[in-house]
Every structure is written in structure tokens, then in C-alpha cells.
């Protein structure tokens, strides 16, 4: 049976939340392998919504185990939060698995992510401020805070003086700050021990055994492909890799493992927070996608910026993620639109280009070159398959499979869970 991995192939918020749900159902294993509560997913089932910060989508499908991998980092306060949030709307969540290796999101961590951010100023990167970067820092400089240090109450103490040794010099000479307490931070930790203890394990071991047993594991990235720390538009990125190598490296499986790998691409563009994008409207059409769209982020609660579908982008994210298909999300909110743009290439200095730049400068001075495609006016969201769709909608799809170099696989046509189309099954 297949391990598949479910990716952003923009620069998130492409609706994974939805592609993971759907095939919820129908796999033994949704994991989380990087990231923390900087992403966010929401799911809706029936009339009922759910926002997802920290936790794999899959946890809304009976008989689904969640599992929050190795590469993921975790903020106790706000894991014990959501899981009592799904308690309270009769949500099970009694299988989640958390990986011992997850690195904890401190107090201290989240205090350095907004004293810098504020302290950048008009260089600011546009984080969340909830602490991912610095805690994925001190896992790289090995002063890192594990979930299985909290159930050594000598050894956490030794690991928070080492960091707090470094960062409350920082804290109080250069960004004038008070020193943070050492007994303070343990002791908030420790608080976590014993509710997070009932589903903490060895994942690795989990996941492997799973996929001996021809169990389907399905490994779900947060943010996407061009936030990527490697293969993103960097410094406006995020501080890990949602691209597929990442499922490998945070959830703990070799990369023959692996035998799908599916981006999600919405059928226009966003992102949030600052950086280069190429096809953003600051006109009408924008306020309409933004609008029509309700493009806020989940976890951020931030206007997305938006713009046109971008071919070059969806290229870039087969190439570097070896993408087997694409689920299209969110082709109901182009409705009404007599020509829809699309990014085919960029102008840059004069010149043509049709692949990602690797020069940061040039994309940030790339131009969009457009196609116009027919637009449609017929609504949507009742379609059940492909012929459904209005001729000009089928057209749409056709091409940005044809420029984007894999199979459109699904489409979302509403944010229902069963407004979606099914064209090639995933499993």
C-alpha cells in the first residue's frame, strides 16, 4: 500500500486541509512532519467548520491515527488547547501519537521571535511571532528543548540554563528586555509532563512498522513549497522544509518509501507575510479574490495578499518536490470573471524567462508575462465530475495541468468536504 505525501506547492494556505480530509477516510496514518502552529489548516464537515493550527487534519477521520513527527516543533500550551477544543465539539482524540524527538516551542523561544522580528523593523520577515524560527535555531545549534526532556526533570533543567545562558544576555543588552528565569521556564514545562504523556511516542518506530504492514500513511506538509528554508523564496520563508524531502527527514522514512507525491495548488495565488510575488493585484480583481476567496489566514488571522494562477511557480514545485499530481483547490471562487490571467512566464530585464529565477534579485524584479483564458459564469459548486464543469471551467483546468507539468488529479469546486472532484484516485 502507498505512502503518500501531501504538500503546499505555492506559498501555502492552498486548502491541504481539505485534500487531507478527503483522503482522511480512506488511510490508516496522517502525519505532520514539519513546522508548528505557523500553519494552519481549516477543514469543514457538513455544516461544521474546524481550524486546524498544530494538528494533522486526519484527526477529524474515525478510525484515522494523527501523529506529529520528529520535524515538527510544539508549543504544549496551544497542542493541550486544541485537543480540548475538539473534546468539547465530541471530537476523538485519543489516537494522536507525538513524537518524543519533537522539539518544544519555550516561552523564551517565542519572547526572541517577536523582540527580533519588531527590532527589524521595515526588514522584518513577516513570522508569526509565535517562536518557530528560534526554536528551529536552538534544535541547529543543539541547545534544543525535546518533548522526551520533559520527563527528566535534571536534564531539562540543564538544556533551558544553556539556552537562557546566551538569550538573556541578548534579551537584556541589546533589546533591553528583563532575564528570563530558569526555574520559571522549567517549571512551565514540567506543568505539560504528565497531559501530554499519554501520547507521546517512539513515531519512527510506528510509522516504519505501519508501512511493513501495508498500513497507507499519508505525510502532510504545512506552508508550501516556496516557503521552503532550502528551495523558497528566501529570507521570506518559513524554518523548515515542507518541500517532500522534508516527510523523510521529519517523519522518520526512507525515501523509497514514498510512492505518491501530490501538491495542492490553488487555482489563483496568495500568500501572507512579506516577500516577492510576482503576480499580486492591488486592484479590484484582488479585493474580489480576497473577498470572494475569504482569504484570511487560519492561524494569523492576516488578509492574504492575492493575485493571479502562476505557471512558473506550479513548475517549480513538480521539479523540486518530483510532484505525481495536483489537486486543484478552490476553482468556484474564479466564477463570474469574463477573462481570467495566468502567468505563463516573466519579463526580467527585457527578458523572457519560463523558469523560477535562482537569482533572488532577479525574481524579486520579475515581471508576470499573462495568457488570458476564457472565464465562466455558471455556478459551480454542484458539479460531481469533470464533465460537470462548464466547457470554459474544463478549459481552465486543462491548461494549468499542460503548464504545470502533472495531473490535475481533483479539484475543489466549494469548501465542503464533498465539493470536490475526483478525476484520478489517489490511492
Request: with cysteine; hydrophobic share 35%; proline share 5%.
Amino acid at each position: 500500500m502507498p505512502a503518500l505525501v501531501l504538500l503546499g506547492a505555492q506559498w501555502g494556505d492552498e486548502g491541504k486541509g481539505k485534500a487531507t480530509d478527503l483522503l482522511g477516510g480512506s488511510v490508516d496514518y496522517v502525519v505532520r512532519y514539519q513546522g508548528g502552529n505557523n500553519a494552519g489548516h481549516t477543514v469543514v464537515v457538513g455544516d461544521q467548520k474546524y481550524a486546524l493550527h498544530l494538528l494533522p487534519s486526519g484527526i477529524l477521520s474515525p478510525g484515522c491515527t494523527p501523529v506529529i513527527g520528529n520535524g515538527v516543533v510544539v508549543d504544549p500550551s496551544v497542542l493541550l488547547s486544541e485537543l480540548s477544543g475538539l473534546n468539547e465539539r465530541g471530537v476523538d482524540t485519543s489516537k494522536l501519537l507525538l513524537s518524543g524527538n519533537a522539539h518544544i516551542i519555550t516561552p523564551y523561544n517565542v519572547t526572541v521571535d517577536k523582540v527580533t522580528e519588531r527590532f527589524l523593523g521595515k526588514r522584518k520577515i513577516g513570522t508569526t511571532g509565535r517562536g518557530i524560527g528560534p526554536t528551529y535555531a536552538d534544535k541547529i545549534n543543539r541547545v534544543g528543548i525535546r518533548v522526551q526532556d520533559l520527563y527528566d526533570e535534571s536534564i531539562l533543567t540543564q538544556k533551558v540554563e544553556a539556552a537562557l545562558d546566551v538569550k538573556n544576555q541578548m534579551l537584556t543588552k541589546l533589546y533591553n528586555r528583563r532575564a528570563i528565569a530558569v526555574d520559571q521556564v522549567v517549571g512551565e514545562l514540567l506543568g505539560y509532563a504528565e497531559k501530554l504523556a499519554p501520547y507521546v511516542a517512539d513515531t519512527v518506530l510506528v510509522l516504519n512498522e505501519a508501512l511493513e504492514q501495508n498500513k497507507v500513511v499519508l505525510f502532510e506538509g504545512g506552508q508550501g513549497t516556496l516557503l521552503d528554508i532550502d528551495h523558497g523564496t528566501y529570507p521570506f520563508v518559513t524554518s523548515s522544509n515542507p518541500t517532500a524531502g522534508g516527510a523523510c527527514t521529519g517523519a522518520g522514512v526512507g525515501p523509497t518509501r514514498i510512492s505518491r507525491v501530490i501538491g495542492i495548488l490553488k487555482a489563483y495565488t496568495t500568500r501572507v507575510g512579506a516577500g516577492p510575488f510576482p503576480t499580486e493585484l492591488f486592484d479590484e480583481d484582488g479585493e474580489a479574490l480576497r473577498r470572494i476567496g475569504g482569504e484570511r489566514g487560519v492561524t494569523t488571522g492576516r488578509d492574504r495578499r492575492c493575485g493571479w494562477f502562476d505557471a512558473v511557480i506550479a513548475r517549480y514545485a513538480t521539479r523540486v518536490n518530483g510532484l505525481t499530481d495536483f489537486f486543484l483547490t478552490k476553482l468556484d471562487v474564479l466564477t463570474g470573471w469574463e477573462q481570467i490571467p495566468v502567468c505563463v512566464a516573466y519579463e526580467i530585464d527585457g527578458k523572457r524567462v519560463e523558469e523560477l529565477p535562482y537569482s533572488q534579485s532577479d525574481f524579486h524584479h520579475a515581471k508576470p508575462v499573462y495568457e488570458m483564458l476564457p472565464g465562466w459564469s455558471e455556478d459551480i459548486t454542484g458539479a460531481k465530475s469533470f464533465s460537470d464543469l462548464p466547457k470554459n471551467a474544463q478549459a481552465y483546468v486543462k491548461a494549468l495541468e499542460e503548464m504545470s507539468g502533472a495531473p490535475i488529479s481533483a479539484i475543489g469546486v466549494g469548501p465542503g468536504r464533498d465539493e470536490t472532484i475526483e478525476i484520478n484516485s489517489f490511492l
